[in-house]
């Protein structure tokens, strides 16, 4: 199994506060990614990183924001939660220089916004 | 810009009988083909993967698929299905050179004894 942990792997808060979920990864992958996953949905890429300092939008951006100072952690802030928010959260990662796409995920982190 | 259709949000079958979950999928290019489940409360796991030659792909707990690439399709079969089967399906297509994956909205599978 590819080592990716994620914390929290449970939140609840209230609408305004800040939030920040963080993806540790042990398996030295350039690539990490967050997704989030709703009913009726699938999985939405929110961001993601292709190296140190390095990220870049997904399709559902909005309101949230990224870091990536170190190889092994990648996090996702909300800056300002919302209702909307509310969802499963999902870090993964891409082997280094694979050309074929293929994910290996995180067990998730489901957050709930009051 | 890539894209993937599950044809069926819910597919219920009964223990032991055949299943195909459908997908079809749209890209200007050539393609890699991943499906993953998901069981419940657990994150997301590789099932099989298309990446290029034989057409008939073999997967994890007697899943396969096929390649269609006239139809753009890439469906998984079962010949016999047990209770434990009972997840939720996802598609994905990469355009490879690490571009994020694009997952379809999922299928769920209910196996019924």
């Known amino acids: 199994d590819a080592g990716i942990t994620q914390s929290p792997r449970h939140k609840v808060t209230e609408t305004g506060t800040p939030v920040t979920l963080r993806c540790h990864q042990t398996?030295?992958?350039?690539?990490m990614y967050w997704y989030r996953q709703d009913p009726g949905h699938g999985l939405r890429l929110i961001h993601y990183s292709y190296g140190v300092k390095d990220t870049d939008k997904g399709e559902v951006s909005d309101g949230y924001s990224v870091s990536r100072s170190k190889t092994e952690d990648f996090l996702l802030t909300l800056e300002s939660a919302t209702s909307s928010q509310t969802s499963v959260y999902f870090c993964a990662i891409s082997e280094r220089n694979s050309l074929t796409g293929e994910l290996f995920f995180g067990e998730g982190s489901r957050l709930t916004v009051l | 810009a890539q894209s993937v259709t599950q044809l069926d949000s819910q597919v219920p079958v009964f223990e032991e009988a055949p299943v195909e979950l459908r997908c079809n999928y749209s890209s200007s290019v050539s393609v890699y083909l991943f499906w993953y489940v998901q069981y419940p409360n657990q994150g997301l796991q590789l099932l099989l993967k298309?990446?290029?030659?034989?057409?008939l792909v073999k997967g994890i707990n007697g899943f396969e698929a096929e390649f269609n690439k006239s139809q753009t399709s890439f469906h998984l079969r079962k010949p016999s299905v047990h209770i434990s089967d009972t997840a939720e399906y996802f598609c994905?297509?990469?355009?490879?050179?690490?571009?994020?994956?694009?997952f379809g909205k999922g299928t769920r599978l209910s196996v019924i004894a």
């Open positions: 298309y990446l290029s030659g034989s057409t």
């Open positions: 398996e030295n992958h350039r690539y």
């Open positions: 994905a297509v990469s355009e490879g050179g690490n571009t994020p994956l694009v």
